[in-house]
């Protein structure tokens, strides 16, 4: 699904969130593991307010551990609970409850020392295209719903899941727009499959993703597609489609007369690296 953002969605899709909110007790930002900051709609903090906010970072199975907990790390340090999980096996899942919980604590025991008996957490999830937020609320529902994010009379036929006695999730998310601001988050997000190769070219994205994974992970690039004295790293746009060629070689992606065919090797890269095929991968580490 691709989703071109004007002004005019833009400010449909954060008064539609804005509506929810008021349905809720705690907002769950869904973030890509792989990207956290460049998978982060700019606006986040304007649009929820002072919700009290968990930071999920998803996909965590295919992003490099050690920068997980760097990036956790570096929420945590600003002020923002944070977890690691992986919506498509459920990893992490049901710690969702009690960090809901620790987060509204204060609220918690005010209820109860008013006698009154608390009732379950009301939680959205709200994250940019391709996050993971179908994934997870099917997740947590234990079933596959039909998820519709962008209806009109937002709190029309909205249904709460609930999940365990403790928790309760909108089963509409809020869609937020990726970031235009900044062109290097632009390749990363296209690089892990958040934005179409239509809007970059396919060839692009590869050779500014081959830039990072040569400098944070040469062995395992060297390892999968048998490529000896890859260097440190590739200072300009040639050396990079080099490495491209090389792969497209080894690989056997060629058009007739024996030349690479870059947008095969270009595709055949990004597949490996978004199906997890190339190792657990981060491609930005905190400031
Ligand atoms: P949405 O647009 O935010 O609702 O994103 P989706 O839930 O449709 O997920 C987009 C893609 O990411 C799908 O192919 C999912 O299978 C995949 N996905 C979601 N969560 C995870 C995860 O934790 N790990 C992995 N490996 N893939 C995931």
Partial sequence: MTIQWFPGHM????RQIEEKLKLIDVVFELLDARIPQSSRNPMI??????????ILLNKADLADPVQTEAWARYFRDKGHATHAIDANIGTGVKDLAGKSKELLQEKIQRQISKGMKP??????????????KSTLINRLAGRNIAITGDRPGVTKGQQWIRFGGELELLDTPGILWPRFDDPVAGFRLAATGAIKEEILHIDEVACFVLKILV??????????YGLEDLPTELPDMQAAIDVLENIGRRRGCLVSGGNVDYEKAATLLLRDLRSGKLGRMTLESPE
């Fill in 11 to 14: 400010t449909r899709a954060k």
């Fill in 215 to 224: 400098e944070r992970y040469r062995p395992a690039m060297e390892e999968r």
């Fill in 45 to 54: 903090d304007e649009i929820t307010g002072s919700k009290p906010r968990l």
């Fill in 119 to 132: 009732r379950p957490l009301r939680a959205l999830i709200v994250g940019i295209p391709n996050v993971g």
